[in-house]
């Protein structure tokens, strides 16, 4: 009776190692199996499939989703160099940080007379405040 036993776990191992790649492919797409794997070994690999696969589908939506909502204004400048050339723009900064003190350096000078410190609501306490101007 125990060899027997033996014999038809080792068909039903059989069967489900045989069919292991239709029941991970089926957790991808996540559709039901009529049948649970009585092996450990199988329903582990099940089961993290079924995670891969869910974790798989959340990033796919998400990116999918920010992809069609989100709009790209395409900037027409890329360096602080092209920034200053346009009259249009300006650059906003939050008053005592380090932008500030960035800006008043040698290099960055020009640009931040240029862009920042030649107007009276470039520089704000708070961004709040730079948003709202």
Known sequence: NESENNVFQRIE???WARDSPLIIWSS?????????????PLR????????????????????????LTVVDDGL???TLQ???LLP????????SSSLEAFFKIYPFKTYGDKLIFG?????????TLLRQK
């Open 13 to 15: 191992y059989d069967t």
């Open 28 to 40: 991808f797409i996540q559709q039901g199996w009529s049948d649970t794997p009585s092996s450990y």
């Open 44 to 67: 582990i690999l099940f089961w993290w499939s079924y995670v891969f696969g869910v974790i798989v589908m959340a990033a796919y939506s998400a990116m999918l989703v920010s992809f």
């Open 76 to 78: 027409p400048f890329e």
């Open 82 to 84: 092209e920034l200053a």
């Open 88 to 95: 249009e723009y300006r650059l906003g900064i939050q008053e």
């Open 119 to 127: 107007y009276t609501d470039t520089l704000q306490p708070s961004y």
